[in-house]
């Protein structure tokens, strides 16, 4: 005889039923326990009572060991609460260092002598319309561009260019001025004739 296990339910289990003093000691307070805890609540409780108020009284009741005379004490005037403090001194020497300080910096020759005039390309396009959009956008920011059309091994390309530029750091400065407005890209190079 083979019993299939897989397709058998499951029996529901049965609770055993509970008689007699087991079932009453389950349910019932544990008296005992209870009335510790209570009895200690309330110990402590009045234990924080009877403290309360005994540091301030303690401090008061100082008396001296010897008899001493008493001077009249003359009382302060009162200050006004809205005055300010006085103010602070200054404790710290480094600004008189940094108003006095001078540095001296060793340029090469060939750093002062200027390489040439700089130009600045923005933008290269195969098309005459988007390099005058460009141009345009330039010009609001109040720098003159020029569109050159130069022939390339691939053909005809557009270029945006701004110059020249007497230092690099005259075009260095246009180039920040034109990416605050949100023309990236634009590349700075010696001056082609």
Not at 64 to 71: F, I, M, N, Q, S
Not at 87 to 98: F, G
Not at 152 to 169: A, Q, Y
Request: charged share 25%.
């Amino acid at each position: 005889m083979s019993r299939d296990y897989a397709n058998k339910k499951p029996s529901p289990k049965k609770r055993p039923v509970s008689r007699g003093k087991k079932a009453q000691q389950q349910r019932s307070i544990p008296y005992l326990p209870t009335f510790i805890v209570i009895a200690l609540v309330v110990g402590f409780g009045y234990f924080l009572w009877s403290i309360n108020g005994s540091s301030d009284n303690a401090t008061e009741q100082v008396t001296p060991a010897t008899k001493t005379v008493e001077k009249p004490v003359s009382k302060p005037a009162k200050k006004d609460p809205n005055a300010l403090p006085p103010k602070p001194t200054e404790e710290w020497t480094y600004l008189e260092e940094l108003a006095n300080k001078s540095i001296d910096i060793d340029v090469p020759e060939d750093a002062l002598k200027s390489k040439g005039p700089y130009q600045m390309q923005c933008a290269s396009f195969r098309k005459l319309e988007p390099a005058e959009e460009m141009k345009a956008m330039i010009a609001f920011q109040g720098l003159e561009a020029q569109v050159r059309a130069t022939q390339g091994t691939t053909g005809v390309w557009h270029k945006v260019i701004l110059g020249p530029f007497e230092s690099k750091r005259a075009a260095e400065r246009a180039r920040h001025k034109l990416q605050r407005a949100g023309i990236n890209g634009c590349q700075i190079w010696l001056w082609e004739y």
